[in-house]
């Protein structure tokens, strides 16, 4: 937030005051509508994955930088994202406080940067040419394009703990044509603002028409239909006294398990969002097997091993989701193949649902369950490595003892590295 305010201060004010684009009422009716039109794109996100979402108010927003004085568009702006942000957190939106700060700070900085660009190329007697009057716009959208995926993912990279270079090549190749899109409505907004106002009107229905064409593109897709069956997930798991939040943490040891053994960043994020939909197919499953004190019969254990091909059943027949489908499927394979539903063995399960099947041991073991209390970490540590090489891949053991420790750092190991460490602890 200290990075806006002086981003505002000494950005902004140092433009020279540009004429008011409206006369009289119409300024205060022009105010309004971009406060709502900003306000309004804010409150329908588009997630785009690596907590990254497209708020198509940017549209809105960027009209506005170009059509009203800075100091003014920036209050604008500020105005309507600010309403947005609190009407969401109202709905019970996963938003904070700190979510919302941060939010408002990145806007301000991108704002007043690409204010400040915009401004001052338009000053230059070279680009007040009508020829190359598109200039300072487009350098404008570079700008705002640029710095705005920049503090979101590096936002998401201390979060993840990730590296922000990597994550912010990835969010330019997936959004980066969205927010092409979304710009471009809004110069060409700007542009009929001050000859045909009322055919800014016709922005309305062009962004609702620019989110269902992003919404129906495959990555988006994806991380939509895995969000639905997660909320099943989260919503079975929190009526269990014993399964609360069990899919998330193993979803967390599961992405930090995959990063450290080098997987990219898409394949880190199949696997997360696997561990998050592993146990999907027990949504049906009897509560009373899932809470029963004692050991199970052998009909209950028949239904228990059905629940791996149950989850990837679901999910399978849509082809953007195979890999994640076959991560479920497989993650109760052991790695000596005497697992199941068909007991493959070694390198032949997935290495997504060897990962899982660590990350979901160990969770299970230092959690309460309704046989017996929870283990401690370094009893836990010591079962699954006592199950090195029969039940679970060594690589992935090796892996979760050094990250439990603390010994390795998962943001700077990669695959090569990582197989040199493996080979010493062996």
Known sequence: MAVALVARTYLVPSLAPADAPFPGLAAVVAAGLAVLMV??????????????????????????????????????TSAGTLAAQVIRWGRGSRLTPPTILFNLAQY?????????????????????????????????????????????????????????????????????????SALSLGAAAAGMV?????????LVPALVMLRQMLVSMSGISVRQASAAFEAMVEFVEQGSAYMAEHSERVAWWAQRLARCVGLSEDEIETVAIAAKLHDLGAVTMPKSIEEKPGALSDDEWAIVRQHPAGGAEVIVGMPEMKQVAQCIQYHHERYDGTGYPEALQGEEIPLGARIIAVAEAFDAMVSIRPYRAALGREEALARISMNMGTQFDPRMVLALVELTRGQVDERRIGAVAWSAVAENKR
């Open 39 to 76: 306000g309004l794109g804010g409150l329908f996100p588009l997630p785009l994955g690596h907590k990254i979402h497209l708020n198509i108010g940017i549209t809105a927003a960027f009209a506005t930088l170009l059509v009203f004085p800075p100091q003014q568009a920036i209050l604008l």
């Open 108 to 180: 301000l900085v991108t704002w007043s940067l690409a204010a400040e660009v915009y401004h001052r190329i338009q000053a230059n007697p070279v680009t007040a040419r009508p020829a190359v009057s598109w200039v300072p716009v487009v350098a404008a959208g570079v700008v705002y394009l640029l710095v705005n995926t920049w503090l979101v993912t590096t936002w998401a990279a201390l979060r993840r703990r990730a590296w922000t270079w990597d994550l912010w090549v990835r969010a330019l190749r997936e959004a980066g044509s969205a927010y092409v």
């Open 194 to 202: 001050t000859t045909r106002p009322l055919l800014v009107l016709m």
